[in-house]
């Protein structure tokens, strides 16, 4: 398995919630590190962007209004198998579908309002993390 990055972000339910160390020690205890943070509220213009892939989606306007309701922590992750890392540690995009002791299964409110976001492949969690960092942004641990 390769050393991966992985785009996290702790959406703005957690963040109200005051949860943003709870999901961060979950990433740190189980071999993940935070190379780059960063703390912002989007437009929603700019969640529009992020989550374009949804755009035909019937759900779509709502997500936006949703991420761009608050400040969410934009972070990049590197480990061994971050992708999947990340996306395991998380839960399912459903809490009521979510194995429990995951992030989602513990903090998540609704399927929209559901905690934490995380790249699902390689290739989308490089263009995540260009969305928002750029290299001299990120610091390895390698
Ligand atoms: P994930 O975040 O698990 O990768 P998706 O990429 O399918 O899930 O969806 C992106 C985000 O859109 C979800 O995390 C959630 O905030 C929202 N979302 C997904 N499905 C729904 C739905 N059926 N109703 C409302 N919001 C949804
Ligand atoms: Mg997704």
Redesign the pocket.
Known sequence: MAIQHTLSIIKPDAVAKNVIGDIIRRFEENGLSVIAARMLRLSAEEAGRF?AV?KDRP?YK??CA?MSSGPILAMVLEGQNAVALNRQL?G??DPKQAEPGTIRADHADS????AV??S?SPENAESEIAFFFSDLDLHSRR
């Open positions: 989550y949804h759900f709502d997500l949703y998380m399912a995009t399927i929209e309002a559901n976001h995380g699902d």
